[in-house]
Nanobody
Framework: QVQLVESGGGLVQTGGSLRLSCAASGRSFSSRGMGWFRQAPGKEREFVCAISWNGGRIYYADSVKGRFTISRDNAKNTVYLQMNSLKPEDTAVYYC?????????????????WGQGTQVTVSS
């Protein structure tokens, strides 16, 4: 089992920045692919970005490319999401997810464990 706890969400103005963290406990964090997803009210949960077990392969959704950066620290069992140049359309609950597979994927159904989410609100 893997437990994931997100933190770092909040209210920020357009153009601002936030850094989300996802702390993992349980087995084999360093061998898992990790992902971030988000869900806005009335919309489906969508892929944001993902990172391989060693950080060597990273994928981003087109909507966040160049603004968001995913990273991980396996010594701390933590994955991060640095969000810059935030827009109102980035407003959502952000979820961290862990995959049993070491490679990253944008496929929501591939992830085996999910956190509770953290709210990000970008005001215009």
């Amino acid at each position: 089992q893997v437990q994931l706890v997100e933190s770092g969400g909040g209210l920020v103005q357009t153009g601002g920045s936030l850094r989300l963290s996802c702390a993992a406990s349980g087995r084999s964090f360093s061998s898992r692919g990790m992902g971030w997803f988000r869900q806005a009210p009335g919309k489906e949960r969508e892929f944001v970005c993902a990172i391989s077990w060693n950080g060597g392969r990273i994928y981003y959704a087109d909507s966040v490319k160049g603004r968001f950066t995913i990273s991980r620290d396996n010594a701390k069992n933590t994955v991060y999401l640095q969000m810059n140049s935030l827009k109102p359309e980035d407003t959502a609950v952000y979820y961290c997810a862990a995959d049993d597979d070491p490679l990253p994927t944008s496929a929501r159904g591939r992830y085996d464990y999910w956190g509770q989410g953290t709210q990000v609100t970008v005001s215009s």
